[in-house]
């Protein structure tokens, strides 16, 4: 045995590509217009069914709304396992923690066990409940972003779990947030979601 690492890092090839061809056109162009400083290509020409922004002005609201969002998903043709719900917080920070269900469907989520190839193991539910930094390289073609409250302490951090929720989407995007945040109110969040 050598005491040669795997590779050298100086000999690491990385590859990025601003392309973005999960994102449908009306999302894109919705992550372009609320999230400036990202810079990337929409490659994806579909249309897809845009964004919808739910405010809320106490946290603890975020459930009800939800279910609101849910509903509005379910009435648009989606299976409630095409549907996500993301929170941009961690699990024990998020008031979905000990949430187990929105609405009339419950909330599968993370057990902390994986399969014998794996795969993350769910707990029973029908709709899946994550947090945007777990679900991160995965998608599904309804997303629901909760807890968008950006802290400007901590604001380039939390913009950028953002738009990684954002990119979760291939068809329609869902944003409750806080309609009190100032960074909310300033890049008029809600003003530029569209239907």
């Known amino acids: 045995m050598t005491d040669t690492p795997f590779f050298d890092e100086l ?7 601003l392309l973005n ?6 999302i894109a162009e919705f992550i372009q217009r609320a999230l400036p400083g990202f810079e990337f290509t929409a490659a994806n020409d579909l249309p897809g ?3 919808g922004i739910t405010p ?3 946290p603890g609201d ?3 709304l939800v279910a609101k969002v849910v509903a509005r998903l379910l009435g648009m043709r989606f299976k409630p396992a095409q549907i996500a719900l993301l929170s941009c917080w961690g699990r024990t920070s998020t008031v979905f923690k000990d949430v187990q269900r929105v609405g009339n469907y419950t909330l599968a989520r ?3 066990e994986y399969d014998l190839f794996g795969n993350q ?17 995965q998608q599904e073609a309804a997303v629901i972003l909760t807890d968008v409250d950006p802290k400007e302490s ?11 929720g954002m990119t979760r989407a291939t068809v329609r995007l869902e944003i409750v947030c806080n309609g009190n945040n100032h960074w909310v109110t300033t890049q008029h969040l809600i003003a530029v979601g569209g239907a």
């Open 62 to 64: 975020q459930p009800r």
């Open 56 to 58: 809320y002005s106490d």
């Open 154 to 164: 901590r604001l380039r951090d939390e913009l950028r779990v953002l738009f990684c």
């Open 121 to 137: 193991v769910l707990t029973p539910g029908q709709i899946r409940f994550d947090t945007v930094r777990r679900f991160k390289g």
């Open 49 to 51: 069914l845009g964004v």
């Open 110 to 112: 993370f057990s902390g």
């Open 11 to 17: 000999d690491f090839i990385g590859y990025r590509s």
């Open 21 to 26: 061809y999960r994102s449908p056109f009306s």
